[in-house]
Protein backbone atom coordinates (compact mmCIF):
# COMPACT_ATOMS: atom_id res chain seq x y z
CA UNK A 1 0.00 0.00 0.00
CA UNK A 2 1.27 3.34 -1.15
CA UNK A 3 5.04 3.25 -0.09
CA UNK A 4 4.58 1.12 3.07
CA UNK A 5 7.27 -0.66 4.10
CA UNK A 6 7.52 -4.01 5.74
CA UNK A 7 10.16 -6.27 7.62
CA UNK A 8 10.87 -8.78 10.14
CA UNK A 9 12.92 -7.72 13.69
CA UNK A 10 13.78 -10.36 15.99
CA UNK A 11 12.61 -9.23 19.43
CA UNK A 12 13.40 -11.61 22.45
CA UNK A 13 14.02 -14.43 20.03
CA UNK A 14 10.14 -13.75 18.72
CA UNK A 15 10.35 -12.89 14.93
CA UNK A 16 8.00 -10.15 14.58
CA UNK A 17 6.70 -8.36 11.41
CA UNK A 18 6.19 -4.64 11.31
CA UNK A 19 4.69 -1.82 8.70
CA UNK A 20 6.36 1.15 8.86
CA UNK A 21 6.23 4.48 6.50
CA UNK A 22 7.09 7.79 7.40
CA UNK A 23 10.26 10.06 8.46
CA UNK A 24 9.85 11.71 12.14
CA UNK A 25 8.41 10.68 16.09
CA UNK A 26 7.91 6.79 16.38
CA UNK A 27 3.98 6.38 16.50
CA UNK A 28 3.43 2.99 17.52
CA UNK A 29 0.25 1.60 16.97
CA UNK A 30 -1.34 -1.69 18.42
CA UNK A 31 -4.16 -3.52 16.75
CA UNK A 32 -7.03 -5.43 18.89
CA UNK A 33 -8.62 -8.46 17.67
CA UNK A 34 -9.29 -9.67 15.18
CA UNK A 35 -6.82 -7.10 13.40
CA UNK A 36 -3.47 -7.11 11.91
CA UNK A 37 -1.03 -3.81 11.22
CA UNK A 38 -3.79 -3.85 8.06
CA UNK A 39 -6.27 -1.88 10.74
CA UNK A 40 -3.95 0.53 10.82
CA UNK A 41 -3.63 1.59 7.04
CA UNK A 42 -5.59 4.91 7.24
CA UNK A 43 -3.75 6.04 10.12
CA UNK A 44 -0.05 5.00 8.91
CA UNK A 45 -0.54 6.60 5.47
CA UNK A 46 -2.48 9.78 6.93
CA UNK A 47 -0.03 10.67 10.26
CA UNK A 48 3.07 9.49 8.05
CA UNK A 49 2.12 12.13 5.58
CA UNK A 50 2.04 15.04 8.29
CA UNK A 51 5.79 14.01 9.62
CA UNK A 52 5.53 11.33 11.62
CA UNK A 53 7.22 7.37 11.43
CA UNK A 54 3.88 5.50 11.80
CA UNK A 55 5.05 1.83 12.55
CA UNK A 56 2.49 -1.05 12.83
CA UNK A 57 3.61 -4.84 14.80
CA UNK A 58 1.41 -7.78 13.87
CA UNK A 59 1.37 -8.48 17.74
CA UNK A 60 2.58 -11.99 18.60
CA UNK A 61 0.30 -14.72 17.39
CA UNK A 62 -1.47 -12.62 14.70
CA UNK A 63 -0.68 -12.56 10.80
CA UNK A 64 3.27 -12.98 10.08
CA UNK A 65 4.90 -12.79 13.59
CA UNK A 66 5.51 -16.16 15.47
CA UNK A 67 2.83 -17.58 17.68
CA UNK A 68 4.10 -19.54 20.46
CA UNK A 69 2.47 -22.44 20.90
CA UNK A 70 1.50 -22.08 24.90
CA UNK A 71 -1.40 -20.09 25.77
CA UNK A 72 0.36 -19.12 28.86
CA UNK A 73 3.00 -17.17 26.40
CA UNK A 74 0.76 -14.25 25.63
CA UNK A 75 0.32 -12.50 28.89
CA UNK A 76 0.45 -8.61 29.56
CA UNK A 77 4.13 -9.30 30.48
CA UNK A 78 5.18 -11.28 27.08
CA UNK A 79 3.20 -8.63 24.78
CA UNK A 80 4.69 -5.72 26.54
CA UNK A 81 8.38 -7.12 26.43
CA UNK A 82 7.73 -7.58 22.87
CA UNK A 83 7.05 -3.71 22.34
CA UNK A 84 10.19 -2.53 24.25
CA UNK A 85 12.11 -4.95 22.15
CA UNK A 86 10.63 -3.51 19.31
CA UNK A 87 11.24 -0.21 20.31
CA UNK A 88 14.68 -0.67 21.74
CA UNK A 89 15.88 -2.04 17.63
CA UNK A 90 13.33 -0.15 15.71
CA UNK A 91 13.45 3.25 17.83
CA UNK A 92 16.59 3.24 19.59
CA UNK A 93 17.20 6.82 19.39
CA UNK A 94 13.82 7.77 21.06
CA UNK A 95 13.43 7.83 24.69
CA UNK A 96 9.75 8.04 24.40
CA UNK A 97 7.21 7.27 21.65
CA UNK A 98 3.55 7.99 20.86
CA UNK A 99 1.00 5.21 21.07
CA UNK A 100 -1.73 4.31 19.44
CA UNK A 101 -4.11 1.18 20.25
CA UNK A 102 -7.63 -0.14 19.81
CA UNK A 103 -9.31 -2.86 21.69
CA UNK A 104 -6.62 -5.64 22.67
CA UNK A 105 -3.71 -2.87 21.99
CA UNK A 106 -5.61 -0.68 24.11
CA UNK A 107 -5.38 -3.10 26.91
CA UNK A 108 -1.89 -4.04 25.95
CA UNK A 109 -0.85 -0.15 26.06
CA UNK A 110 -2.70 0.16 29.33
CA UNK A 111 0.12 -2.25 30.93
CA UNK A 112 2.45 -0.89 28.59
CA UNK A 113 2.07 2.58 30.41
CA UNK A 114 1.69 0.81 34.24
CA UNK A 115 4.94 -0.99 33.56
CA UNK A 116 7.06 1.15 31.90
CA UNK A 117 5.88 4.72 31.54
CA UNK A 118 9.06 6.26 30.82
CA UNK A 119 8.92 4.91 27.28
CA UNK A 120 5.31 6.22 26.29
CA UNK A 121 5.09 10.21 25.63
CA UNK A 122 1.07 9.86 25.19
CA UNK A 123 -0.90 7.38 24.44
CA UNK A 124 -4.56 7.58 22.28
CA UNK A 125 -6.41 5.07 23.28
CA UNK A 126 -9.28 3.44 21.17
CA UNK A 127 -12.31 1.40 22.89
CA UNK A 128 -11.00 -0.11 25.76
CA UNK A 129 -10.50 2.35 28.79
CA UNK A 130 -8.41 1.57 31.26
CA UNK A 131 -9.61 -1.32 33.81
CA UNK A 132 -8.75 -1.30 37.33
CA UNK A 133 -7.53 -4.37 38.90
CA UNK A 134 -10.50 -5.55 41.26
CA UNK A 135 -8.53 -7.93 43.83
CA UNK A 136 -11.91 -9.13 44.85
CA UNK A 137 -12.87 -11.17 42.27
CA UNK A 138 -10.79 -12.69 38.98
CA UNK A 139 -12.31 -11.21 35.34
CA UNK A 140 -13.56 -14.52 34.18
CA UNK A 141 -15.57 -14.66 37.13
CA UNK A 142 -16.87 -11.31 37.15
CA UNK A 143 -17.84 -12.10 33.03
CA UNK A 144 -19.87 -14.95 33.96
CA UNK A 145 -21.31 -13.48 36.59
CA UNK A 146 -22.80 -10.46 34.84
CA UNK A 147 -23.06 -12.24 31.48
CA UNK A 148 -23.18 -15.52 31.84
CA UNK A 149 -21.55 -18.88 29.96
CA UNK A 150 -22.45 -17.69 26.82
CA UNK A 151 -20.98 -13.88 26.52
CA UNK A 152 -17.85 -13.88 23.90
CA UNK A 153 -15.19 -13.92 26.25
CA UNK A 154 -16.35 -17.00 28.49
CA UNK A 155 -16.40 -18.93 25.27
CA UNK A 156 -13.10 -18.10 24.44
CA UNK A 157 -11.47 -19.58 27.48
CA UNK A 158 -12.22 -23.25 26.53
CA UNK A 159 -9.07 -23.86 24.05
CA UNK A 160 -9.64 -25.47 20.91
CA UNK A 161 -13.29 -25.18 21.19
CA UNK A 162 -14.73 -21.89 19.98
CA UNK A 163 -11.14 -22.39 17.09
CA UNK A 164 -13.76 -25.70 15.89
CA UNK A 165 -16.73 -23.61 15.56
CA UNK A 166 -15.17 -20.61 13.49
CA UNK A 167 -13.95 -23.53 11.04
CA UNK A 168 -17.25 -24.21 10.38
CA UNK A 169 -18.37 -20.88 9.72
CA UNK A 170 -15.52 -20.18 8.05
CA UNK A 171 -12.70 -17.51 8.60
CA UNK A 172 -13.98 -15.10 6.12
CA UNK A 173 -17.51 -15.23 7.54
CA UNK A 174 -16.55 -15.07 11.20
CA UNK A 175 -14.18 -12.15 10.21
CA UNK A 176 -17.69 -10.43 8.99
CA UNK A 177 -19.68 -11.31 11.40
CA UNK A 178 -17.22 -9.78 13.93
CA UNK A 179 -16.60 -6.25 11.88
CA UNK A 180 -20.53 -6.15 11.39
CA UNK A 181 -21.35 -6.26 15.04
CA UNK A 182 -23.08 -2.94 15.92
CA UNK A 183 -25.17 -4.15 18.97
CA UNK A 184 -24.35 -2.01 21.75
CA UNK A 185 -25.17 -4.96 24.00
CA UNK A 186 -22.87 -7.65 25.10
CA UNK A 187 -21.82 -10.12 22.46
CA UNK A 188 -23.33 -13.82 23.07
CA UNK A 189 -22.03 -17.15 21.31
CA UNK A 190 -23.93 -20.07 22.75
CA UNK A 191 -22.16 -23.33 21.76
CA UNK A 192 -22.94 -24.94 18.07
CA UNK A 193 -24.89 -21.46 17.02
CA UNK A 194 -22.01 -18.91 15.72
CA UNK A 195 -23.12 -15.26 15.46
CA UNK A 196 -26.90 -16.09 15.17
CA UNK A 197 -27.38 -15.58 12.10
CA UNK A 198 -28.70 -18.49 9.03
CA UNK A 199 -25.03 -20.19 7.95
CA UNK A 200 -25.53 -18.84 4.09
CA UNK A 201 -27.44 -15.24 5.04
CA UNK A 202 -25.68 -12.82 3.22
CA UNK A 203 -23.46 -10.27 4.97
CA UNK A 204 -23.37 -6.80 3.89
CA UNK A 205 -20.36 -5.57 4.78
CA UNK A 206 -20.02 -1.20 5.78
CA UNK A 207 -19.02 0.97 3.26
CA UNK A 208 -15.87 1.60 5.10
CA UNK A 209 -15.07 -1.96 4.37
CA UNK A 210 -14.07 -3.63 1.15
CA UNK A 211 -14.16 -7.67 0.09
CA UNK A 212 -10.11 -7.30 -0.63
CA UNK A 213 -9.93 -5.60 2.83
CA UNK A 214 -11.88 -8.99 4.23
CA UNK A 215 -10.02 -11.28 2.15
CA UNK A 216 -6.03 -9.72 3.28
CA UNK A 217 -7.35 -10.45 7.08
CA UNK A 218 -9.20 -14.12 5.95
CA UNK A 219 -5.14 -14.75 4.16
CA UNK A 220 -3.51 -14.37 7.27
CA UNK A 221 -5.97 -15.84 9.87
CA UNK A 222 -6.46 -18.87 7.33
CA UNK A 223 -2.73 -19.76 7.82
CA UNK A 224 -2.10 -18.57 11.48
CA UNK A 225 -5.67 -19.47 12.69
CA UNK A 226 -7.42 -17.75 15.26
CA UNK A 227 -5.40 -19.31 17.91
CA UNK A 228 -2.72 -17.00 18.95
CA UNK A 229 -5.54 -14.21 18.83
CA UNK A 230 -7.64 -15.85 21.58
CA UNK A 231 -5.11 -16.74 23.67
CA UNK A 232 -5.34 -12.86 24.59
CA UNK A 233 -8.19 -13.86 26.20
CA UNK A 234 -7.35 -17.00 27.85
CA UNK A 235 -5.10 -14.95 29.74
CA UNK A 236 -7.26 -12.19 31.42
CA UNK A 237 -7.33 -14.44 34.78
CA UNK A 238 -3.40 -14.74 34.96
CA UNK A 239 -3.11 -11.40 33.85
CA UNK A 240 -5.01 -10.63 36.89
CA UNK A 241 -2.53 -12.28 38.97
CA UNK A 242 0.19 -11.40 37.76
CA UNK A 243 -0.61 -7.87 38.28
CA UNK A 244 -1.06 -7.87 41.78
CA UNK A 245 1.50 -5.43 42.27
CA UNK A 246 -0.43 -2.62 40.71
CA UNK A 247 -3.93 -2.77 42.16
CA UNK A 248 -4.67 1.00 42.65
CA UNK A 249 -1.75 2.19 40.25
CA UNK A 250 -2.91 4.93 38.29
CA UNK A 251 -1.74 5.29 34.67
CA UNK A 252 0.63 8.40 34.28
CA UNK A 253 1.20 9.54 30.67
CA UNK A 254 -0.29 12.25 29.17
CA UNK A 255 -3.68 10.40 27.19
CA UNK A 256 -6.65 11.05 25.03
CA UNK A 257 -9.69 7.99 24.86
CA UNK A 258 -11.99 7.83 22.05
CA UNK A 259 -15.35 5.65 21.52
CA UNK A 260 -17.91 4.75 19.66
CA UNK A 261 -21.64 4.95 21.61
CA UNK A 262 -22.43 2.07 19.47
CA UNK A 263 -19.18 0.12 20.92
CA UNK A 264 -20.17 -3.23 22.80
CA UNK A 265 -17.37 -2.15 25.07
CA UNK A 266 -19.18 1.13 26.08
CA UNK A 267 -22.16 -0.32 26.73
CA UNK A 268 -20.72 -2.84 29.04
CA UNK A 269 -19.17 -3.80 32.52
CA UNK A 270 -20.37 -0.06 34.01
CA UNK A 271 -17.82 1.15 31.26
CA UNK A 272 -20.36 4.04 30.39
CA UNK A 273 -20.39 5.12 34.18
CA UNK A 274 -17.12 5.10 34.89
CA UNK A 275 -15.65 7.02 31.92
CA UNK A 276 -18.23 9.77 32.74
CA UNK A 277 -17.98 9.64 36.36
CA UNK A 278 -14.61 11.08 37.09
CA UNK A 279 -13.30 7.78 38.44
CA UNK A 280 -11.61 7.25 35.18
CA UNK A 281 -9.42 10.64 35.43
CA UNK A 282 -8.96 9.32 39.15
CA UNK A 283 -7.40 6.67 37.79
CA UNK A 284 -5.50 8.26 34.89
CA UNK A 285 -4.96 11.81 35.78
CA UNK A 286 -3.03 13.09 32.54
CA UNK A 287 -6.69 12.17 30.75
CA UNK A 288 -6.92 15.08 28.47
CA UNK A 289 -10.30 14.29 26.98
CA UNK A 290 -12.83 11.02 26.64
CA UNK A 291 -14.60 11.82 23.23
CA UNK A 292 -17.31 9.92 22.50
CA UNK A 293 -18.17 9.69 18.81
CA UNK A 294 -22.12 9.19 18.24
CA UNK A 295 -23.62 6.70 15.55
CA UNK A 296 -19.84 4.85 15.50
CA UNK A 297 -19.43 1.13 16.74
CA UNK A 298 -16.16 -0.84 17.77
CA UNK A 299 -14.21 -0.64 14.75
CA UNK A 300 -13.68 2.84 14.94
CA UNK A 301 -10.62 3.72 13.23
CA UNK A 302 -11.63 1.74 10.19
CA UNK A 303 -15.19 3.26 10.49
CA UNK A 304 -13.94 6.78 11.17
CA UNK A 305 -10.71 7.41 9.64
CA UNK A 306 -10.43 11.22 8.72
CA UNK A 307 -11.69 11.86 12.17
CA UNK A 308 -9.57 9.50 14.35
CA UNK A 309 -6.52 10.71 12.21
CA UNK A 310 -7.17 14.50 13.14
CA UNK A 311 -7.88 13.19 16.47
CA UNK A 312 -4.43 11.86 16.70
CA UNK A 313 -2.74 14.37 15.18
CA UNK A 314 -4.40 17.39 17.02
CA UNK A 315 -3.33 15.61 20.60
CA UNK A 316 0.28 14.51 19.84
CA UNK A 317 0.98 17.82 18.63
CA UNK A 318 0.88 19.21 21.48
CA UNK A 319 3.70 17.02 23.04
Not at 130 to 152: E, H, T, V, W
Not at 186 to 195: A, D, E, W
Not at 234 to 248: I, Q, V
Request: aromatic letters at 12%.
Amino acid sequence: MEGIEHRTVNVNGLSMHIAEKGQGPTILFLHGFPGLWYSWRHQILALSSLGYRAVAPDLRGYGDTDAPAEPTSYTSLHVVGDLIGLLDVVAADEEKVFVVAHDWGAIIAWYLCLYRPDRVKALVNLSIAFMPRNPQMKPIQSFRALYGDDYYMCRFQEPGEIEAEFAEIGTARVLKNIVTYRNPGPLYLPKGKGFGAAPHTPIVLPSWLTEDDINFYASKFDKKGFTGGLNYYRNLDLNWELTAPWTGAQVKVPVKYIVGDLDLVYNSYGTKDYIHSGEFKKDVPLLHEAVVMEGVGHFINQEKPDEINKHIYDFIQKF
